[in-house]
């Protein structure tokens, strides 16, 4: 879908437009559509009033320092993440309010953290991490499920100005090794394991197998996720090493002063795929990342004091760090957890969970959306979501069959869809409507929002309706290097024009002047709302000691938007067999995790190469998808192609 010329001329076509429903924008944090203009007149004013939201130890004296492509926010303030998520709401009014309302995926676990509850286990754990070892500007790896330990091992690791690097359990133990160690991580909390469609994952024993090759590991925390020590298998701690998490926290102080931290100290480095084999470390700050998650989740989620909000991402990404935990609590809202499947125990699970709670403001991703909309309206018809007042989405472009679907099935037909494009490496929501602002027309994350610079610009940096998105200004949340490879940093985001911010998205304007992105014109995939790098595939695939070369493009998926296709040449002599694709999936899934799971493996004698020895990957990206075969004229051998397309339409892959 993204690639698609024509899907997306389609959608310019849409002419649909939804303004802010009746009743909505009166209610609204934000219904006055000067806010854009206001916030143009000086941008750093306007953000500097949002960070004059926030409780600050000591006050910055300078609000932005550029010296592209570094950018400083809130230089020489103080302030605390966990202080400003946690203590404000604790000294007043809503230190009883629920915080976190965490489910289980067994359907009769609940856990309910009132604001004061959260702070008072978030001051034990950071006491034993203390404990531990760990202090200021030591690495904290975190590999766990969604249970309300992950949040509170972040704020833990927050509020001692620890930097967290959370890694996704759904990745391999290699993958979880290689991030500990590109860290340098000192200590790494697991659990035991944790639900996913009834089975345990059995995440300590990957803890293991990632920690035999991490030297820097002197402790591992383990969460006992409470289905009895007993019932999951291979959980083995090491004497000295490994502690159970309840152990620490039983001896632990409650009493944790928070560590005073620069605007520009680290707060996070989270890991996302990039267009080599080896991941980038994200690195975020303090100030200016707290200012935006907190503004942007105020205004593009409404937040309102009566609002249940429930964000359905997995805190292994960067929406589940800034839109489950920092944004959110920051604002002193009642945050839902969801721990499993949205299909398990049943395709109505999620709707349950809105009905059960009063979920109020529901923000998922697209791929989501369209599982939901295969599975049928039975499933949300049975519940009652007359609570629902907003919706969000997040991840891909939204089709406007799935948006409208959302609008209406889930939605009622009453409530506001903010479409909100943001990367891991903005840190925050850049381009979105304001609800009580903003007509929203389907498949469209309209306008930057106030204060955010947004173009659409081609390769000699001219503004045009198509090209590429480039943010043109800095932004307080936004990304500050890659750990340890500052170059990379440089290369990745800021040689293509001058001071200017490379997206790696497509993005086109209509003639309402609201953008349209339309997915990645490098070499990451998008598979179900999470990154890819099709090199990182590349390199899982030859590390197989049967594959010789190897391409991966992404094949158009109707639920995941994307798919990994793969094309493998083979050593000599080796046959490409079933029990070969199998194994070549499986070697996938044990070097990165079942996100990266090839769903084709096309075996060939050759790839389609340019006379330079280039892979022609938009050939394979038309074989994938079944396209007519574009321009061949460049290859080495154009022969190769068309027997590669024969061979994949007869294998019946298309
Ligand atoms: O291609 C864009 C797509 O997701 C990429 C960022 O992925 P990641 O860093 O994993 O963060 C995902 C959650 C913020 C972008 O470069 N993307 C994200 N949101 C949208 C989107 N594409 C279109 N519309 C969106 N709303």
Redesign the pocket.
């Known amino acids: 879908m ?1 690639r698609d010329g024509d899907a997306f001329d389609m959608l310019l076509t849409e002419d649909r437009r939804f303004p802010p429903p009746e009743g909505f924008r009166e209610r609204a944090v934000v219904s006055d559509p000067d806010v854009y203009e206001d916030a143009e007149r000086d941008f750093q004013e306007y953000w500097a009033a949002w960070a004059e939201e926030l409780d600050w130890f000591e006050p910055w004296h300078t609000v932005l320092e550029w010296t592209p492509p570094h950018a400083q926010w809130f230089l020489g303030g103080r302030l605390n993440v966990a202080y400003n998520c946690l203590d404000r709401h604790v000294n007043g009014p809503k230190r009883n309010q629920a915080a976190l309302i965490w489910e289980g995926e067994p359907q009769d676990e609940r856990r309910v953290y009132t604001y004061w509850d959260l702070h008072r286990e978030v001051c034990q754990f950071a006491n034993a991490l203390k404990g531990l070892g760990v202090g200021r500007g030591d690495r904290v790896a975190i590999y766990l499920p969604m249970i309300p330990e992950a949040a509170i091992a972040m704020l833990a690791c927050a509020r001692i100005g620890a930097p967290h690097s959370v890694v996704f359990g759904g990745f391999s133990p290699e993958s979880l090794g290689d991030r500990i160690n590109d860290a340098g991580a000192k200590v790494l909390i697991t659990a035991d394991g944790g639900y996913r469609r009834g089975q345990v994952l059995p995440l300590k024993a990957a803890a293991d197998k990632a920690m035999e090759n991490c030297p820097t590991i002197e402790h591992c925390v383990c969460v006992a996720r409470g289905f009895g020590l007993s019932k999951v298998s291979g959980v083995h701690m090491t004497g000295g090493r490994d502690h159970w998490y309840h152990d620490l926290i039983a001896d632990a102080s409650a009493d944790c002063p928070p560590e005073p931290m620069d605007s520009e100290d680290v707060l996070y480095i989270l890991y ?1 795929s990039g267009t080599t084999g080896k991941p980038k470390g994200v690195v975020h700050h303090t100030g200016g990342y707290l200012t935006q998650v907190y503004a942007t989740t105020k205004v593009v989620f409404d937040l309102q004091d009566d609002d249940v909000y429930w964000c359905s991402a997995d805190v292994g ?3 589940g760090h800034s839109y489950i935990v920092y944004g959110p609590l920051a604002n002193g809202a009642t945050v839902m957890m969801y721990e499993g499947a949205p299909d398990w125990p049943h395709r109505g699970r999620f709707w349950e969970i809105c009905e059960k709670y009063g979920v109020t403001v529901f923000y998922t991703a697209p791929t989501a959306i369209r599982a939901f909309m295969k599975w049928g309206e039975a499933f949300p018809d049975q519940y009652d979501l007359s609570k629902l007042r907003l919706l969000g ?6 089709n406007p069959e799935a948006w409208i679907w959302y609008h209406n099935v889930i939605g009622g037909g009453r409530c506001p869809i903010v ?8 840190g925050a929501i850049m ?1 979105t409507p304001l609800p009580g602002v903003t007509a929203t027309t389907p498949g469209s ?1 309209t306008l930057p929002f106030p204060g955010i610079e947004a173009k659409i610009l081609n390769d000699e940096g001219e503004e045009a309706d198509a090209g590429y998105l480039a943010l043109t200004r800095p932004w307080p949340s936004m990304i500050r290097t890659i750990w340890g490879d500052d170059q990379r940093f440089k290369d990745t985001y800021w040689s293509k024009w001058p001071d200017t911010y490379f ?3 497509g993005a086109k304007r209509d003639g309402d002047g609201n953008l349209w ?4 014109v490098d070499d ?1 995939l ?1 598979v179900a ?3 890819i790098g099709t090199m990182e595939v590349e390199s899982a695939l030859v590390d197989h000691p049967a594959v010789a070369e190897a391409a991966v493009v992404g094949k158009t998926h109707d639920v995941k938007g994307e798919s990994v296709a793969s094309f493998v040449t083979l050593k000599d002599g080796i046959e490409g067999t079933d029990e070969l694709v199998a194994e070549l999936k499986q070697h996938v899934v044990d070097k990165i995790g079942a996100i990266a799971r090839p769903e084709t493996v096309i075996f060939t004698g050759a790839l389609p190469k340019t006379r330079s020895g280039k892979i022609m990957r938009r050939l394979l990206r038309d074989i994938a998808d079944g396209r007519a075969v574009g321009d061949t004229t460049t290859l080495a051998d154009p022969e190769v192609v068309m027997s590669l397309k024969n061979r994949y339409e007869e294998e019946g892959k298309i």
Do not use: C, F, Y
């Open positions: 993204s996302t990404w960067v929406t989405t997040v991840g891909e472009p939204i479409d909100t494009w943001w990367q891991t490496e903005t381009i994350a997206t790696g998205d992105v339309l997915g990645r990451v998008n709302g999470h990154r």
